[in-house]
């Protein structure tokens, strides 16, 4: 028996190149699993992009299950690029030459804000702003045409 939560809302989840441009995408439910959502937005893409061998996700992904199940069917390496170390616990009494190193500050991770730039260009498309649409599949079209407009004032400026 699946228990699902009751969250209101959409999830997105696109599959984007190393340029940020979108190979595949899937809009579901907001109560639905992170792991189904992916490999549904695989199969959008698999059909017109089979070429693909190598995925990098963000631990929201992450799961020897989801692994394994990627690999055989899509025969994808996934890789999770996981956050580096911001601090840990420690006792009072640790000596100071057995506290872990942990460097401070804002550092880019490769890999990392590849998609999160790209829904920041999707959001600045007004349909894409909200959820306006009835339907998933009319939000996952509108990805699709807004990322259409992106390429081509990208190619084509205008004047």
Known sequence: M???KKIKGRKRHIITDTNGLVLGCYVGAGSENDRDGVKLALRNMVWKYSEVRKMWADMGYEGKE?????????KI????????RSGCWVRKDTPVELLPRIEGGFKV???R???ERTFGWLGRNRRLSKEYD????STENN???????LLLRRFFPPN
């Open 77 to 84: 390496d996934l890789e999770i690029i996981k956050r580096p």
């Open 109 to 111: 991770q490769r890999r």
């Open 2 to 4: 699946t228990v699902e």
């Open 113 to 115: 804000w590849v998609v």
């Open 66 to 74: 989801l692994k394994m199940s990627i690999d055989e069917e899509f």
């Open 143 to 149: 990805i699709y045409m807004s990322l259409n407009r």
């Open 134 to 137: 009835l339907l998933c599949s």
